[in-house]
């Protein structure tokens, strides 16, 4: 199946020598995203999973795209991000009450973040914050078998996350990014659980612009109408980075 993936992510900053800030600064980036999904459903037969790696993306020559940008002035960093993605995984189980499981996942994700620098030297930053993550997400089940089952589950709601982030200079070409934030915690209409990651090294092109290539990857887990639904995104990134 064949998968378009739009998205705004910004998890990435160019390291900067710890020195005070007078104007805002902004970094932008667009790379590309290869990721495999595992989506597990609750339903009267039992959970069902169905899953696609991206491996298969490639030999299915799938596409995705991604945009990011953020603004940073001393040591303060605001982040956006925004990420679409559709889709399908599907799975075999070959019991007798399920021969087949189709699941297409339809998700919008739109977050805001705040980071402090608690530690920021000339090679090392380190930052500390956290924000808010809004989704709006659609998954259309399909499981053939004994018993048949179609359904949809959908829903709106937002996950407040903690933050961290290290960027790291290891000379003046090379740097490396790590980033982790946590949330949901089922609090309220929330997810369960939510954590996202990300892990790259960049190569300073210029004063300007970087290469960077690395591996990202998002879950949560939610409840929807009594159907615990568990969605794990993940796959290597690669793309540029520009300063302005």
């Known amino acids: 199946m064949t998968v378009m993936r739009i998205a705004l992510a910004s998890l990435i900053t160019l390291p900067l020598p710890a020195v005070a800030q007078e104007d805002w600064q902004f970094?932008?980036?667009?790379?590309?995203?290869?990721?495999?999904?595992?989506?597990?459903?609750?339903?009267?037969?039992?959970?069902?999973?169905?899953?696609?790696?991206?491996?298969?993306?490639?030999?299915?020559?799938?596409?995705?795209?991604?945009?990011?940008?953020?603004?940073?002035?001393?040591?303060?960093?605001?982040?956006?991000?925004?990420?679409?993605?559709?889709?399908?995984?599907?799975?075999?189980?070959?019991?007798?009450?399920?021969?087949?499981?189709?699941?297409?996942?339809?998700?919008?994700?739109?977050?805001?973040?705040a980071?402090?620098?608690?530690?920021?030297?000339?090679?090392?930053?380190?930052?500390?914050?956290?924000?808010?993550?809004?989704?709006?997400?659609?998954?259309?089940?399909?499981?053939?078998?004994?018993?048949?089952?179609?359904?949809?589950?959908?829903?709106?709601?937002?996950d407040a996350v903690l933050s961290a982030r290290v960027t790291q200079a290891f000379n003046e070409d090379w740097f490396g990014v790590a980033y982790l934030d946590v949330g949901g915690f089922g609090l309220g209409d929330s997810s369960d659980l939510t954590v996202q990651t990300y892990v790259a090294a960049g190569y300073r092109l210029n004063d300007t612009w970087s290469a960077v290539a690395g591996y990202r990857h998002l879950m949560f887990e939610r409840d929807f109408d009594g159907r615990t639904v568990t969605s794990n995104v993940g796959g290597p990134v690669i793309g540029f980075q520009k300063k302005f």
């Open 115 to 158: 980071l402090y620098s608690v530690s920021d030297s000339p090679d090392t930053r380190v930052e500390l914050g956290g924000g808010l993550r809004f989704y709006d997400a659609k998954f259309d089940t399909v499981v053939t078998g004994s018993t048949p089952l179609s359904f949809s589950d959908d829903g709106n709601w937002a």
């Open 27 to 113: 970094t932008g980036t667009l790379y590309g995203w290869l990721p495999g999904i595992n989506t597990a459903i609750e339903t009267p037969l039992g959970e069902v999973e169905a899953e696609v790696e991206f491996s298969d993306i490639l030999d299915k020559l799938d596409f995705a795209f991604l945009a990011a940008i953020e603004a940073r002035k001393g040591r303060l960093t605001l982040v956006g991000d925004l990420q679409y993605f559709d889709l399908g995984a599907e799975a075999s189980p070959g019991t007798a009450a399920i021969n087949s499981v189709d699941i297409d996942s339809q998700v919008t994700v739109l977050g805001g973040y």
